[in-house]
């Protein structure tokens, strides 16, 4: 098992940026591909990028493609989601999430899963 918690999440003008961390607890994290998703008020939870156990391979959703940077430091049981050239579209309610299946965009395929952490970008 694994326990998450996120942060870095707030409010942010149009074009800013934000760094997401994902601390996760026990001595598995190395085993898990690590994903972030989204939920935006009134919508479905979406996937927003993963990255292997390694951290070698990374996979994004069209949204923040080369507008989003994932990555783990798996000594300190750690991710990260540096979003850069943020939108109000952006905004929603950002997971983090552990799954057994080597870098899944699906998430059913995820299951432990952080709080939350909400980001707001206004215009």
């Known amino acids: 098992q694994v326990q998450l918690v996120e942060s870095g999440g707030g409010l942010v003008q149009s074009g800013g940026s934000l760094r997401l961390s994902c601390a996760a607890s026990g001595r598995t994290f190395s085993i898990y591909t690590m994903g972030w998703f989204r939920q935006a008020p009134g919508k479905e939870r979406e996937f927003v990028a993963a990255i292997s156990q390694s951290g070698l391979s990374t996979s994004y959703a069209d949204s923040g493609q080369g507008r989003s940077t994932i990555s783990r430091d798996n000594a300190n049981n750690t991710v990260y989601l540096q979003m850069n050239s943020l939108k109000p579209e952006d905004t929603a309610v950002y997971y983090c999430?552990?799954?057994?299946?080597?870098?899944?965009?699906?998430?059913?395929?995820?299951?432990?899963w952080g709080q939350g952490t909400q980001v707001t970008v206004s215009s």
């Open positions: 999430a552990a799954s057994l299946t080597f870098l899944s965009g699906d998430r059913s395929r995820y299951g432990f």
